[in-house]
């Protein structure tokens, strides 16, 4: 069992930054695939970023150069560094995890708001 905390939220200016933090607790994450995704008001859930257990990450086109995904091993935490943010950027994120030979993210976090103002 793995549980996740999400940090980092808040409200910045459209050209702003800000980094998300998900704790990690009950189980390493060492050997887990981890990623965020994000849901807007009246919109589907979407993926945003992944990085596998050996650290290649993968991103949606929209946040491509400027978003980075992250893990701290030792720390047992994941990050989102979220540069030139956009109002469409504004949406609820959320951090998950997965045994990586599993198709679905099975471990999810409460989320954190992010909020961008033009």
């Known amino acids: 069992q793995v549980q996740l905390v999400e940090s980092g939220g808040g409200t910045v200016q459209a050209g702003g930054s800000l980094r998300l933090s998900c704790a990690a607790s009950g189980s390493s994450l060492i050997s887990y695939c981890v990623g965020w995704f994000r849901q807007a008001p009246g919109k589907q859930r979407e993926g945003v970023a992944f990085?596998?257990?050996?650290?290649?990450?993968s991103y949606v086109d929209s946040v491509q150069g400027r978003f980075t995904i992250s893990r701290d091993n030792a720390k047992n935490t994941l990050y989102l560094q979220m540069n030139s943010l956009k109002p469409e950027d504004t949406a609820m994120y959320y951090c998950?995890?997965?045994?990586?030979?599993?198709?679905?993210?099975?471990?999810w976090g409460q989320g954190t708001q992010v909020t961008v103002s033009s």
């Open positions: 998950a995890a997965k045994k990586c030979w599993i198709g679905e993210y099975n471990y």
């Open positions: 990085i596998g257990s050996f650290g290649s990450p």
